[in-house]
């Protein structure tokens, strides 16, 4: 889904969306590089 769709589907702004999915790549890596 595009950041537009998401946002609609959970009922949240796309800067919500796009602050989150930045949040997770951010875990994601870090979880990754241990």
Known sequence: ???PETA???G???S???RD???ART???RELSK
Do not use: Q
Request: proline share 0%; net charge neutral; glycine share 0%.
């Open 1 to 3: 889904l595009e950041v």
């Open 8 to 10: 609609s589907v959970l």
């Open 12 to 14: 949240i702004s796309e």
């Open 16 to 18: 919500t969306v796009k």
């Open 21 to 23: 999915w930045a949040m």
């Open 27 to 29: 875990w994601l890596r």
